[in-house]
């Protein structure tokens, strides 16, 4: 059974930075690429980084590069978020998910980890 468990979330100030992790189960963790997601209110998730099995490649999408970081921790089956410089667009529900650019688990999504970016 594949699980996706995200924490570290919580309220931060515009200009703060927060760091997310994802504790991954039920599919060979090392294996495999790992992206990260954000959903505001509606029904799209957006995609955010993207960081390849062995971590040497990672990818960002427009709105947070440079601002985010992804990274892994195979021993731990945990991915990571470093997200820094945040701004009051960043307030939604974060995601991780298997694969690259599109989750490859769709229907096995964690319960997400709030973020609310707010002075």
């Known amino acids: 059974q594949v699980q996706f468990v995200e924490s570290g979330g919580g309220l931060v100030q515009p200009g703060g930075s927060l760091r997310l992790s994802c504790v991954a189960s039920?599919?060979?963790?090392?294996?495999?690429?790992m992206s990260w997601y954000r959903q505001t209110p509606g029904p799209e998730r957006e995609w955010l980084a993207s960081i390849s099995p062995t971590g040497i490649t990672t990818n960002y999408a427009d709105s947070v590069k440079g601002r985010f970081t992804i990274s892994r921790d195979n021993a731990k089956n945990t991915v990571y978020l470093q997200m820094s410089s945040l701004k009051p667009e960043a307030t939604a529900v974060y995601y991780c998910?298997?694969?690259?650019?599109?989750?490859?688990?769709?229907?096995?999504w964690g319960q997400g980890t709030q973020v609310t970016v707010s002075a």
């Open positions: 039920g599919f060979r963790f090392s294996s495999d690429a």
């Open positions: 998910n298997a694969g690259a650019l599109s989750p490859r688990w769709s229907t096995s």
